[in-house]
């Protein structure tokens, strides 16, 4: 938080001073109807108005930096709120202040910054990576909760949590918790002795079976305030905070999960910025997309697209085009290959080494060059830029009731999926995280993906499907 801190304000002095240089020049300039009269003053007060804002939204929380959008939500949000209070205040005092001069702060101050965040995010994972930076938490409550919530947090280091220690209703030291290497420190009567045994900082509460209402107060008023801290865990997965309320009634802390849905006016905003990023996709891609055509043409007979049906929204069937990077006649192999692999039962078919590949083919497929043309889809309506990954009548046919929940948006050139394995998950993995997106979409949530996506591209582990 130190750290962050002095970055952000290097960050701003830089773009502040700088704006106002690169607009109004090194001479003084004189502002008129306000007290500080010139713009060299003016700007130490705005840098120092903006760190301040950026303090009080808590933008540098440990609660939120290393991990999620909330950490740039709330710079944004800071941002924002400085600038309309310089508005109002300069339109109430009649003050004449350059337009420009704020106009180009603002966005570029909130863009240095998100950058400069993610900077020291990158350094934060790859210390928590190696358990520093960490919360030490004691897990409590019964065996099976206690070992999903530690596979949970054992799957993101980067949000901060190292599991030390785990007190269960059995409570036989010198265990462990089933499929992990977590040790028993006793039953869950023994939370007290765990936290010094284990020098944890943080009691994670999985389920309260075996804890009475009581227990958990007097568990509360044990821990060393601003030190320790007491976290509830309940089994509530795969739900993003803003569907997420806690309203306190009579001393209960009531936790409401709001029901997903999907706005007219959230399918419009998402709609818009397909169109739009599309647009501009295209116009500076279209470099690439000639030199691929060309690429396949020459590599190979055969039409230039492989247009293939696959089901979108509400199952309705559509056209998806690519770059064909397979020989002519690929399709009707498909099934052979599927059975000779034993994977024709899963709904995701992918064929290993697949021979049917032509050699420009695995090129383009590697670095996604071959899904470019779907960005004719996104315009055309059948996709999104981010959504779950279309897939063929025969892999739909095999979906659960869960998986089926994949068809309520659009589905996407990228996708959460995607961009945290890519083909090397299994089918249970992606449909989790697809259906994780579905239900908690935003904006902000697909700009990350497509950042993400930017990153899988140049540094591939997989292959889209």
């Known amino acids: 938080m130190r750290r962050l801190w002095v970055s952000d304000l290097l960050v701003l002095i830089w773009v502040v001073y700088g704006t106002q240089i690169a607009w109004l020049g090194i001479e003084p300039v004189e502002i008129s109807g306000l007290a500080i009269s010139?713009?060299?003053?003016?700007?130490?007060?705005?840098?120092?108005?903006?760190?301040?804002?950026?303090?009080?939204?808590?933008?540098?929380?440990?609660?939120?930096i290393g991990t999620g959008p909330t950490e740039?939500?709330?710079?944004?949000?800071?941002?924002?709120?400085?600038?309309?209070?310089?508005?109002?205040?300069?339109?109430?005092?009649?003050?004449?202040?350059?337009r420009g001069f704020l106009l180009i702060s603002l966005p570029l101050g909130i863009a240095v910054l998100i950058i400069e965040r993610w900077l020291w995010r990158q350094w934060l994972n790859a210390q928590r990576s190696m358990g520093k930076y960490s919360a030490k938490v004691l897990l409590v409550g019964s065996a099976e909760s206690v070992a999903q919530i530690a596979r949970e947090?054992?799957?993101?280091?980067?949000?901060?949590?190292?599991?030390?220690?785990?007190c269960v209703p059995s409570g036989k030291v010198a265990d462990t918790i089933e499929g992990t290497d977590i040790p028993v420190m006793g039953s869950v009567d023994a939370v007290e002795r765990?936290?010094?045994?284990?020098?944890?900082?943080?009691?994670?509460?999985?389920?309260?079976?075996?804890?009475?209402?009581?227990?958990?107060k007097e568990l509360s008023w044990g821990l060393e305030a601003g030190r320790q801290h007491l976290v509830l865990a309940p089994s509530i997965m795969d739900i993003a905070g803003p569907r997420i309320h806690t309203r306190p009634v009579s001393g209960l802390p009531l936790i409401h999960v709001e029901t997903p849905r999907f706005s007219r006016g959230q399918r419009v905003v998402k709609r818009g910025f397909d169109i739009a990023a599309s647009s501009v996709l295209v116009v500076l891609l279209s470099p690439v997309l000639l030199a691929v055509a060309i690429a396949v043409k020459a590599s190979s007979s055969g039409p230039l697209f492989f247009k293939q049906q696959r089901i979108g929204m509400k199952g309705e069937p559509f056209h998806m085009l690519k770059f064909r990077s397979m020989r002519v006649g690929a399709e009707a192999e498909l099934a052979e290959l599927l059975a000779a692999q034993g994977t024709s039962q899963t709904p995701l078919f992918k064929v290993q080494n697949d021979p049917r590949i032509t050699g420009v083919g695995g090129f383009i497929r590697k670095y996604s060059l071959d899904e470019l043309p779907q960005f004719f889809n996104v315009l055309g309506g059948s996709m999104s830029l981010v959504g779950p990954r279309p897939q063929i009548a025969a892999e739909v046919a095999l979906y659960t009731d869960a998986a089926r929940r994949r068809l309520?948006?659009?589905?996407?050139?990228?996708g959460l999926w995607q961009v945290s394995g890519r083909s090397s998950?299994?089918?249970a993995d992606a449909v989790k995280l697809d259906l994780y997106y579905v239900e908690n979409w935003s904006l902000i949530s697909d700009i990350i993906i497509l950042l993400r996506t930017i990153k899988a591209v140049i540094a591939p582990k997989g292959t889209a499907h």
């Open 72 to 98: 740039y939500a709330r710079v944004a949000d800071a941002s924002f709120r400085v600038f309309g209070f310089i508005a109002i205040g300069a339109f109430l005092l009649r003050v004449d202040v350059a």
């Open 38 to 64: 010139t713009y060299w003053s003016f700007s130490a007060v705005l840098v120092v108005i903006w760190m301040i804002a950026l303090a009080l939204i808590d933008s540098r929380s440990d609660r939120v």
């Open 194 to 216: 765990a936290i010094v045994a284990t020098h944890a900082d943080t009691v994670a509460i999985t389920s309260t079976d075996e804890l009475p209402p009581y227990k958990v």
């Open 408 to 414: 309520l948006t659009r589905p996407g050139i990228t």
């Open 153 to 166: 947090l054992s799957r993101t280091p980067n949000a901060g949590y190292r599991v030390v220690g785990a």
């Open 425 to 427: 998950l299994e089918w």
